[in-house]
């Protein structure tokens, strides 16, 4: 099994693939409200609504996931000449979603899904379809479409809703495509006949689609294998990905030349809707971007036990996966790298957190930076701190620092609540750090009042402010140490000063003698 922190530095340094849908276009549409009475008129509940919430469901969904995890996303299917035909249009356009391949067919409208949900039950499900394959004139203007959508992609998934678009022209020309292209195909599979799908590079049934395709029970996780040889030669596929709810997800190569099982990663279960779209989605997104197949199916195994415990279809962006790696993990995990940082600031960016970085020593911790991380805190949503390797730390304190090597400082500042996330830089001042990291808020000590605060230029221009927090009286790592009668090198050390400001502009401190 992938350990997490490799699945993390995956993760961190991934590329945004190019992936082409092509599938059922669906309106999901959410009705909440309360029950507290049964109707007069009938033994059934009443629902009071209170709101109502649009969002794009069947292939639509699987596309949502995917600009979640900033993928390059085209669609290719069919919407009714209707007001939820434009409305579709609409969201996939200001979610970034390429419409070019989506075609009008006004023999049919634009289906609709509406669930009446109180709390996180279902009462009832609502449907608006017309399941009819595609008719010749559509048909046509698809089989035009798909090759154009096809250049430049990296993955392409066949949603397979069985509400009519993937006629089986369409299947033909977008496998065929794809392999001249060299370009895996995805299919969430629909029916019992997988046949339909000859050519594609892997197929992600649930157990019980699988087991429908098969005609018999998969009674156990001992069947597994030669069921998955079964679709695997049934439809001349390279891999099978099976997914089996409690039981996490099977994947098998041809031949067996590739065999696993990942468990299950959900914490809580609400709701499994939508839980099929996010798991080809994460595998279209990372097998396009060219990770190995047991990686792609464990992170997409990390990604459908997010989306199971939230109410509804939802879309997992990169800073949820990364920070679902992270869970259960050492406290050290908060240290980062610059690809992984990079990953998780544009996913907190996106969920509108403010990010504030300072930068220190922190070579021996007192209640001075305490008091001043604290108060970095309290400026934003989220605390990045920069830490001086022990190399710089010697150049601006002296031969005898730092005391406490740098995975020890590490490892303390990721123990602290206040701290979000640490990362080492090793050059005399923070400025390069101060600009990948670009914060809202750039924190210093009071003591640089009079000081010019490296990085303040690039944060000012980007928007941005500085802010200078107050220090606690009488703290300071030159003091401690000095009681100790362990304190080195006093005499032209760069701490002259009791709060050790002096050479502060070059890296060293955040305040309170970092």
């Known amino acids: 099994m992938i350990e997490a922190n490799q699945l993390r530095e995956l993760l961190a340094n991934e590329a945004s693939p190019r992936v082409v849908i092509i599938g059922d276009l669906i309106v999901d549409r959410y009705i909440s409200g309360d029950v507290s009475r049964i109707s007069p008129e009938a033994p059934i509940p009443v629902l009071a609504a209170r709101s109502s919430e649009l969002r794009l469901g069947g292939a639509g969904n699987v596309a949502a996931n995917l600009r979640a995890m900033e993928a390059e996303v085209a669609m290719v299917g069919v919407v009714g000449d209707d007001s939820h035909g434009a409305l579709l249009r609409e969201l996939f356009e200001a979610d970034g979603i390429g419409t070019g391949g989506v075609i009008l067919d006004s023999s049919r409208p634009t289906i609709e899904k509406t669930r009446m949900m109180s709390g996180v039950q279902q009462m009832l499900r609502v449907d608006w379809e017309d399941t009819r394959p595609i008719d010749s004139v559509v048909l046509a203007q698809m089989l035009e479409v798909i090759p154009r959508e096809l250049e430049g992609a990296d993955a392409v998934v066949l949603s397979d809703y069985g509400k009519g678009t993937l006629a089986q022209g369409v299947i033909d020309l977008a496998i065929s495509e794809a392999r001249a292209r060299s370009i895996p195909v995805l299919v969430d599979p629909k029916g019992a006949d997988f046949s339909r799908y000859a050519g594609a590079t892997l197929v992600t049934p649930n157990r019980k689609e699988a087991e429908h395709a098969l005609g018999r029970e998969l009674s156990g996780l001992s069947d597994l294998p030669g069921a998955a040889d079964e679709l695997i030669a049934a439809a001349s596929l390279a891999q099978v990905v099976i997914t089996l709810g409690g039981d996490g997800i099977y994947f098998r190569a041809r031949d067996g ?23 080809v989605a994460h595998l279209a997104f990372h097998l396009g971007a060219g990770l190995e197949l047991e990686a792609a199916v464990t992170l997409a195994n990390h990604a459908a036990g997010i989306v199971v415990a939230k109410l509804g279809t939802h879309a997992v962006t990169r800073s949820e996966l990364f920070e679902r790696l992270l869970e259960g993990q050492p406290l050290g995990t908060k240290v980062a790298s610059a690809g992984s940082l990079s990953a998780r600031l544009d996913g ?15 070579d021996v911790l007192h209640a001075g930076h305490v008091s001043y991380l604290r108060f970095a805190r309290t400026r934003g949503d989220v605390l990045v701190v920069g830490v001086n390797d022990d190399p710089s730390v010697a150049r601006l304190k002296g031969p005898e620092r ?39 808020v750039l924190v210093k000590g009071e003591d640089y009042a009079d000081q010019p605060v490296v990085g303040r230029e690039w944060v000012e221009s980007h928007g941005g402010q500085v802010v200078l927090a107050p220090l606690l009286e009488g703290r300071s790592t030159t003091g401690i140490l000095d009681r100790t009668g362990s304190a080195p090198g006093l005499e032209g050390s760069p701490e002259g000063s009791p709060n050790g400001s002096l050479n502060r502009g070059q890296g060293g401190g955040a305040g309170q003698d970092a």
């Open 257 to 279: 030349a590739l065999d696993g099982r990942i468990p299950t990663q959900a914490r809580a279960v609400f709701d499994v809707t939508g839980a099929g779209d996010t798991v």
């Open 402 to 440: 730092p005391v406490n090597s740098l995975e020890d400082r590490l490892a303390v500042l990721s123990a602290l609540e206040v701290v979000d996330a640490v990362i080492a830089f090793g050059e005399d001042t923070p400025k390069a750090l101060v600009e990948l990291v670009s914060p809202d």
């Open 348 to 362: 907190w960016r996106r969920e509108g957190k403010r990010v504030v970085f300072t930068n220190g020593c922190f």
